[in-house]
T-cell receptor, first 115, second 115 residues
């Protein structure tokens, strides 16, 4: 069965520090998709990135970067030079090819960036 | 383009009462999802519709939860009767069949408190 684990419940950093959010997943499918979402205090889930299982190339988007390693079943998310506006709950999610559109979310990591 | 709309944003009821939530997806999105997000946890899929048909309701507690999407556009999720453990945020999301990745767009959610 599919499972997503975000071991870090809460992280607190000072502005401009770099921070990495960990995500470990379990699946038996060979084709699957991994996602990161941001949930600010307003509550709406904001899509950040999607990766498919055949694309292990790391990605950078501005201050955000993602490291996908199939060998360790991990899809970690790094924020460089964090800002107060980055404070939110971040969710990693998995969608298996055999599960249709269903997203399985991790428990989330509450990131607080202090000025 | 308007996003996913949900109402009400907040609802407080007593246990054993009934409650209904409404969702209007992004125009043209055939697939609609209802998620339950308990405080401190990731969202969990309750039910998925494609047009007005149910695709996945395997995690819906059918003894008290029901949902409908009669005309294949907006949807209503009902809880009858509510229990204390139903306190959560109920998120609605939609996706387009024309999108190969079925990217889900989320609404702001309805926060339910059961006293």
């Amino acid at each position: 069965a599919q499972k997503v684990t975000q071991a870090q419940t809460e992280i607190s950093v000072v502005e401009k520090e770099d921070v990495t959010l960990d995500c470990v997943y379990e699946t038996r499918d060979t084709t699957y998709y991994l996602f990161w979402y941001k949930q600010p205090p307003s509550g709406e889930l904001v899509f950040l990135i999607r990766r498919n299982s055949f694309d292990e190339q790391n990605e950078i988007s501005g201050r955000y970067s993602w490291n996908f390693q199939k060998s360790t079943s991990s899809f970690n998310f790094t924020i460089t030079a964090s800002q107060v506006v980055d404070s939110a709950v971040y969710f990693c999610a998995l969608r298996e090819q055999t599960s249709g559109s269903r997203l399985t979310f991790g428990e989330g990591t509450q990131l607080t960036v202090n000025p | 383009e308007a996003g996913v709309a949900q109402s009400p944003r907040y609802k407080i009821i007593e246990k054993r009462q009934s409650v209904a939530f409404w969702c209007n997806p992004i125009s043209g999105h055939a697939t609609l999802y209802w998620y339950q997000q308990i405080l401190g946890q990731g969202p969990k899929l309750l039910i998925q519709f494609q047009n007005n048909g149910v695709v996945d309701d395997s995690q819906l507690p059918k003894d008290r939860f029901s949902a409908e999407r009669l005309k294949g556009v907006d949807s209503t999720l009902k809880i009858q009767p509510a229990k204390l453990e139903d306190s959560a945020v109920y998120l609605c999301a939609s996706s387009s069949l024309r999108d190969y990745y079925n990217e889900q767009f989320f609404g702001p959610g309805t926060r339910l408190t059961v006293l």
